[in-house]
């Protein structure tokens, strides 16, 4: 079994950033392909970015987020990171951390089996 908690979520203007956190525990971490999810209210949640496994040198984002969001990793610590910077009103969502063993960088929702509680981050304008 494996337990994502999510931190770093909070009120923040447009134009600035936030650092958002996914502690691991349970399985190896370094074997996880490691995605963020949003969802905004009465929106389906949607793919945010995606890093690789072990080295973590591989990603993928989506077109909204492109040259704005950063995805990190720190196997050590067993801790993902998106860094989250030029926010937009649009970027208001509850932002999830999600785990897969899966290869390859996966954009469904369907293909993560670990998901975290999740975190609130809400721009204002």
């Known amino acids: 079994q494996v337990q994502l908690v999510e931190s770093g979520g909070g009120l923040v203007q447009a134009g600035g950033s936030l650092r958002l956190s996914c502690a691991t525990s349970?399985?190896?971490?370094?074997?996880?392909?490691m995605a963020w999810f949003r969802q905004a209210p009465g929106k389906e949640r949607e793919f945010v970015g995606a890093?690789?496994?072990?080295?973590?040198?591989?990603?993928n984002y989506a077109d909204s987020v492109k040259g704005r969001f950063t995805a990190s990793r720190d196997n050590a610590k067993k801790t993902v990171y998106l860094q989250m910077n030029s926010l937009k009103p649009e970027d208001t969502a509850i932002y999830y951390c999600?785990?897969?063993?899966?290869?390859?960088?996966?954009?469904?929702?369907?293909?993560?089996?670990?998901w975290g509680q999740g975190t609130q981050v809400t721009v204002s304008s």
């Open positions: 349970g399985r190896t971490f370094s074997s996880f392909t």
């Open positions: 999600a785990a897969t063993t899966r290869v390859g960088l996966r954009v469904k929702v369907s293909e993560y089996d670990y």
């Open positions: 890093i690789g496994r072990s080295g973590g040198t591989t990603y």
